[in-house]
């Protein structure tokens, strides 16, 4: 355990408070106190028709409570106490409230962050006017009614045998279902799913006062209910082939403005991995998609000069993960760079990289032990680890099982996991190619 560093920056230690899991970490350097809420809810456990709750509540909890007045008294407590840094997001099945503080303001700012647990106002005012925000987050992202329409067509194609996680297209929800959702609502979601049971407490950062903040947390605790834990996530096993293998549209037809330049992305959507049962493949594939982000480059940049940039890299959430691997060239490299791609696809799962691989395992480990991790990069790994894994995921634990991928492991692991019909291409081209 002590190999590569002699004190694991990912090492927390695990205690409760008042039965609530609670994880923090002292690092006497640190100049600041990182503090993470993090419950057991999310999106998917938005009733139907009521879609976006989650990530409503998640906004309407920080617009007041017995301790803060209104949403302008709360950004001048973030402003004083927290640096500006006090926020909450929710994901598929994460809700957080974060933020940071000086070492000597971290029992108020848990006082006010559990406030918002506790007493949220809830004022019918503020849930309407909040509506009309998140409705205009909505369309920022997703634009115009024709590329929500592109975008829910690509989702279904891609997770077209998972129909739990396509009722919704993002915690947002959509349009009708947050205009549906009522100040009662909120709170009804606020007293089944803000409660102890789903509660994890992470704290990084120089915790000289440590007795004082348990001893907060503890009070607060007090006065949150234990209630009944959230549904666990449904964690995909298997994830079937995509009904269409190739989209290829121009900017304009979706509902985007034009660029001078196409995009390719290719996608597949892997099953989560058990962290006790799977972590030689979990080590495999962090390894694979950097030589495969390596190779891409290579391929389309270096040696064909198809486009600037280049590269694949990986997403992991709570019920599956993901590889992407993408590039921006001009229209007419498009059919050419897409035959590279499955050239690369198909020659890993045929071991024909073996040179690459071995001359890139030791600078990709390299790479990985020399990264700067602040208290901030630190807590997130943790709060991830748990959320995704069920435990923590030490980083010496991470590089032994890394040191120990052999080329074979990279070729079954793609023979298995990554044929080549599972991709999705995603095209988008310019209105016309100059």
Same mark, same amino acid.
């Given at each position: 355990?002590?190999?590569?560093?002699? %004190?694991?920056?990912?090492?927390?230690?695990?205690?409760?408070?008042?039965? @609530?899991?609670?994880?923090?970490?002292?690092?006497?350097?640190?100049?600041?106190?990182?503090?993470?809420?993090?419950?057991?809810?999310?999106?998917?456990?938005?009733?139907?028709?009521?879609?976006?709750?989650?990530?409503?509540? %998640?906004?309407? &909890?920080?617009?007041?409570?017995?301790?803060?007045?209104?949403?302008?008294?709360?950004?001048?407590?973030?402003?004083?106490?927290?640096?500006?840094?006090?926020?909450?997001?929710?994901?598929?099945?994460?809700?957080? &409230?974060?933020? *940071?503080?000086?070492?000597?303001?971290?029992?108020?700012?848990?006082?006010?962050?559990?406030?918002?647990?506790?007493?949220?106002?809830?004022?019918?005012?503020?849930?309407?006017?909040?509506?009309?925000?998140?409705?205009?987050?909505?369309?920022?992202?997703?634009?115009?009614?024709?590329?929500?329409?592109?975008?829910?067509?690509?989702?279904?194609? +891609?997770?077209?045998?998972?129909?739990?996680?396509?009722?919704? +297209?993002?915690?947002?929800?959509?349009?009708?279902?947050?205009?549906?959702?009522?100040?009662?609502?909120?709170?009804?979601?606020?007293?089944?799913?803000?409660?102890?049971?789903?509660?994890?407490?992470?704290?990084?950062?120089?915790?000289?006062?440590?007795?004082?903040?348990?001893?907060?947390?503890?009070?607060?605790?007090?006065?949150?209910?234990?209630?009944?834990?959230? %549904?666990?996530?449904?964690?995909?096993?298997? &994830?079937?082939?995509?009904?269409?293998?190739?989209?290829?549209?121009?900017?304009?037809?979706?509902?985007?403005?034009?660029?001078?330049?196409?995009? &390719?992305?290719?996608?597949?959507?892997?099953?989560?991995?058990?962290?006790?049962?799977?972590?030689?493949?979990?080590?495999?594939?962090?390894?694979? @998609?950097?030589?495969?982000?390596?190779?891409?480059?290579?391929?389309?940049?270096?040696?064909?000069?198809?486009?600037?940039?280049?590269?694949?890299?990986?997403?992991?959430?709570?019920?599956?993960?993901?590889?992407?691997?993408?590039?921006?060239?001009?229209?007419?490299?498009?059919?050419?760079?897409?035959?590279?791609?499955?050239?690369?696809?198909?020659?890993?799962?045929?071991?024909?990289?073996? %040179?690459?691989?071995?001359?890139?395992?030791?600078?990709?480990?390299?790479?990985?032990?020399?990264?700067?991790?602040?208290?901030?990069?630190?807590?997130?790994? @943790?709060?991830?680890?748990?959320? +995704?894994?069920?435990?923590?995921?030490?980083?010496?634990?991470?590089?032994?099982?890394?040191?120990?991928?052999?080329?074979?492991?990279?070729?079954?692991?793609?023979?298995?996991?990554?044929?080549?019909?599972?991709?999705?291409?995603?095209?988008?081209?310019? *209105?016309?190619?100059?």
């Amino acid at each position: 355990m002590t190999k590569y560093f002699k %004190e694991d920056p990912y090492v927390f230690t695990e205690d409760s408070v008042d039965g @609530v899991p609670f994880y923090y970490k002292h690092i006497s350097t640190a100049p600041c106190v990182h503090i993470k809420l993090v419950f057991d809810y999310g999106a998917m456990h938005d009733e139907p028709g009521l879609e976006g709750c989650a990530h409503f509540l %998640e906004h309407v &909890i920080l617009k007041g409570s017995d301790l803060i007045e209104d949403e302008k008294a709360y950004r001048e407590f973030s402003n004083k106490y927290t640096l500006g840094t006090a926020n909450a997001n929710t994901s598929l099945y994460k809700l957080q &409230i974060i933020g *940071k503080c000086l070492p000597q303001d971290a029992e108020h700012v848990l006082d006010v962050f559990f406030s918002s647990v506790i007493s949220p106002k809830f004022d019918p005012e503020a849930v309407e006017s909040e509506k009309k925000v998140i409705v205009q987050e909505l369309w920022r992202y997703y634009t115009n009614e024709t590329y929500l329409k592109y975008l829910i067509t690509l989702r279904k194609n +891609n997770l077209f045998d998972c129909p739990e996680l396509l009722r919704t +297209n993002s915690v947002i929800g959509w349009v009708d279902t947050i205009e549906k959702n009522t100040p009662e609502d909120l709170r009804k979601a606020k007293d089944r799913f803000l409660v102890k049971s789903n509660l994890k407490i992470f704290i990084a950062g120089n915790l000289d006062n440590l007795e004082d903040i348990k001893n907060t947390i503890l009070i607060n605790l007090k006065q949150v209910s234990v209630g009944k834990k959230s %549904e666990i996530p449904n964690l995909l096993k298997t &994830i079937g082939k995509p009904k269409e293998n190739k989209y290829e549209n121009k900017y304009i037809d979706i509902g985007l403005g034009d660029e001078e330049q196409a995009s &390719i992305e290719a996608e597949i959507i892997l099953p989560i991995f058990d962290l006790k049962k799977d972590s030689k493949k979990i080590a495999t594939l962090r390894l694979l @998609v950097l030589v495969i982000s390596d190779l891409v480059f290579e391929k389309l940049r270096t040696e064909n000069k198809l486009c600037y940039s280049a590269g694949a890299g990986m997403g992991s959430g709570v019920t599956f993960q993901n590889i992407v691997i993408q590039s921006k060239l001009n229209s007419e490299c498009i059919d050419k760079a897409i035959s590279l791609i499955h050239e690369i696809i198909d020659g890993v799962a045929k071991g024909m990289f073996e %040179e690459k691989f071995n001359n890139n395992k030791e600078l990709i480990i390299k790479r990985f032990i020399s990264n700067e991790r602040v208290t901030d990069d630190i807590l997130t790994s @943790v709060v991830s680890s748990y959320t +995704n894994y069920g435990e923590n995921i030490l980083l010496n634990n991470v590089i032994e099982e890394m040191e120990k991928v052999t080329y074979q492991d990279t070729v079954d692991f793609a023979k298995e996991y990554l044929p080549l019909d599972r991709f999705v291409f995603e095209i988008l081209k310019p *209105k016309a190619v100059k």
